[in-house]
Nanobody, 125 residues
Framework: QVQLVESGGGLVQPGGSLRLSCAAS????????IGWFRQAATNVREGVAS????????YYRDSVKGRFTVSKDNAKNTFYLQMTALKPEDTAVYHC??????????????????WSQGTRVTVSS
């Protein structure tokens, strides 16, 4: 049974940084990707970044390129979303999700079946 436990959200000033963590367990396949998604109060859930476990390929939505970095720690089976130069428009509830056998940029939420509980990120002065 796949479990994703997320942590690291909070309140940060514009220009600040936060790191989200996603501890994963219950995988029996190697061909998976972890996606990071966010949903603001009035918006649909959007893909922010993804990382493929097998080859470490990463993808980012245009609005976070150069500011967000996704990575993984194999020893801890934990994935990270490092967010820098945060802007008020980054305010949202962030989720990590696991998808199997994905292709392309893996930023579409329809491709993911297992989701974390979500953590709120608020960027405000």
């Amino acid at each position: 049974q796949v479990q994703l436990v997320e942590s690291g959200g909070g309140l940060v000033q514009p220009g600040g940084s936060l790191r989200l963590s996603c501890a994963a367990s219950g995988f029996t396949l190697d061909d998976y990707a972890i996606g990071w998604f966010r949903q603001a109060a009035t918006n649909v859930r959007e893909g922010v970044a993804s990382i493929f476990a097998e080859d470490n390929k990463t993808y980012y939505r245009d609005s976070v390129k150069g500011r967000f970095t996704v990575s993984k720690d194999n020893a801890k089976n934990t994935f990270y979303l490092q967010m820098t130069a945060l802007k008020p428009e980054d305010t949202a509830v962030y989720h990590c999700a696991a998808g199997f056998g994905l292709h392309g940029d893996a930023l579409a939420q329809r491709d993911y079946l297992d989701w974390s509980q979500g953590t709120r990120v608020t960027v405000s002065s």
